[in-house]
């Protein structure tokens, strides 16, 4: 095996890694549309989102683009091999990226709390969702400026921000599990941060390894 093909296959466990991350986010968001489209059945968990459904569903929709394109974007040899295709995957990425954040805003602050968020967790979605739209518009700035430096460094951030939606699944399930008394605002408040601090890390180091790779 040739290092250059042993360079290709590392480089292709990025995107991979992320797709699966995101296997059940989006899966979840799949099965909450097909829900939604079948007329129920309505519970107390999901009347929130049949009294209101359209920011659920820009939010699924949305969020399953946004975290299987956006994965693929992590990929070297695709650039490669396709220079084309990561300007035109941007055309789709970014307003799907827009429509997460903006509907997750709503969603956060408009439907009615689920049982165990409180006042921390709607804090905390405020904030990271705050946080997503701002590093997507920031991205888009800097790409209109050919600033590609700046603008893959605010889209990395941006879809570290989406993507611990998975992070959030390995960081909730040993809570939910092993100490389900323990499920109410505040712990659900450290999982559900842990989630978005650990994306929030992995970027910032994959950031400056970019970087220091660009200088040589």
């Not at 699924?60 to 035109?88: E, Y």
């Not at 990226?97 to 509907?103: E, K, P």
């Not at 921000?161 to 909730?172: E, K, N």
């Amino acid at each position: 095996m040739t290092k250059a093909s042993t360079k290709s296959k590392l480089e292709g466990l990025v995107p991979a890694g992320l797709i699966l991350l995101a296997l059940v986010p989006v899966a979840a968001g799949v099965a909450r549309v097909l829900e939604l489209g079948a007329g129920g059945p309505i519970t107390p968990e999901n009347q929130r989102f049949f009294a209101a459904p359209l920011p659920i569903v820009a939010h699924s929709l949305g969020g399953i683009v946004f975290l299987v394109l956006g994965a693929l974007q992590f990929s070297p040899t695709l650039r490669r091999r396709k220079p084309g295709w990561h300007r035109m995957a941007g055309r789709v990425l970014i307003p799907s990226g827009l429509a997460v954040a903006l509907s997750g805003l709503w969603m956060a602050h408009f439907y009615p709390l689920p049982e165990f968020d409180g006042a921390a967790v709607y804090r905390l979605r405020l904030l990271f969702g705050f946080g997503m739209l701002v590093s997507i518009v920031l991205a888009t700035v800097a790409v209109y400026r050919r600033d590609f430096a700046c603008h893959g460094a605010w889209m990395t951030r941006g879809y570290a921000i989406g993507a611990a939606a998975g992070t959030q699944v390995l960081t909730g399930v040993p809570l939910f599990l092993f100490f389900p008394e323990n499920v109410n605002d505040p712990t659900r408040a450290v999982t559900l941060g842990a989630g978005w601090v650990i994306n929030l890390a992995v970027a910032a180091w994959a950031i400056r390894r970019r970087l220091r790779a660009k200088r040589g």
